[in-house]
DNA sequence: TAACCTACCAAACACTTGTTAGGGAAGGAG
DNA sequence: CTCCTTCCCTAACAAGTGTTTGGTAGGTTA
């Protein structure tokens, strides 16, 4: 008997999706089991609470997350480069992890300070950690703007990247590289039309 | 007997308060009576459900920023000008109404669709109108590139305006002006150093 | 065939939820 | 003083919550 885990993989999805669309709380296990086709009591056979199957789902998105970022920060790219790569890296996250994302993005904060769900703040950490070098970095060589406050730019970067899995949805008209190409022209060179006059490409 | 409703208001606010950092499912309303120095059943003294409150919280938010908004829009500015004022407006709310905007962001998605709350998908309606139309007269006039996705740039502004309520605490080092500025120095100029190099001011 | 496993169901469990009913203390109004 | 209103408490309610327990259908293994 092999083809086993993949149900499992199918109702952790499942869960996923309603997390993302009506909230953690908001969401109860009958409604879950409902959606995947079985009974509340049978989600037991495969985890052992609702708030396991929160943990596992988070960290496989935080886990796959972190995999394609070390892959980009251990390039050692210029500033600008990083950026890009990591921007583009995200939206892909999403469009892999579209309902992880929305979850994490709605949940984390209060989560954050359960003991079990200790990772986030970690995470959390890591990823600001990133950001705010490449950001300096980026103005100590040049390649940046040298009046940035590198502390509210990341925000609005981490912010305006993230939110972005509560409107997208996968196999529409945009591709993840195509938003993250329009979301970096937006935030590299402003939308303002400039007297020179060098729109991108 | 006069100095009535201000009872009222306070029990609001602190349960504007809990529904922000908890969420509103999450939150109890013997968790309310807790914070606000009563007990779960003498809420119902003032209000009549649970749901009414987080109503009213919406409600009074939704009301204020619109007066303010539509005070920009009937001054009939440029499409830059506009765009300043649209930005510094939702800043201002945002220290005004921290907690009601953080509600809002969190819950308005799934909320949007029992019939109580449909004024949500209203006011989201009237919102985008008012963003899209003026980046559209921005590309239209020459002020904004003309190669914009106005529809993308449109979820881009607006999610990092308003999920800066998740993160703004009024009182810190930022005044919404001083936030404001920044923000829209980095949406119409961008980021990256220029070879004019006219940096802002 | 017999033993065994996985995946599920049926039914109940203890507990928490939002909400209600009835009463009481405080204070202004007559 | 008495009446009345406001604000709150005590105590309980029914409904819904996450979870457990015991059992069973059906395929796989021996």
Known sequence: MRPAPERRREIL????????AQGY???TVRRIADAAGLLAGSLYHHFDSKESMLDEILRAFLDELWVRYDAVLAALLGPRETLEALVTESFREIDRHRAAVAI??????????????????GSRRRFEEAW???LERGVATGAFRTDLDVRLTYRFVRDTVWVAASWYRPGGQHSPEEIARQYLSTVLEGVALRDGHRTHE
Chains 1, 2 share one sequence.
Not at 13 to 20: H, I, K, L, M, P
Not at 111 to 119: A, D, S, T, V
């Open 13 to 20: 999805d499942t869960a996923a999706e309603v997390f993302a």
């Open 132 to 134: 705010l070098r490449t």
């Open 104 to 121: 994490y993005q709605k949940e984390s904060g209060h989560l954050r300070e359960q003991p079990r769900f200790g990772y986030l703040a």
């Open 25 to 27: 709380d908001a969401t």
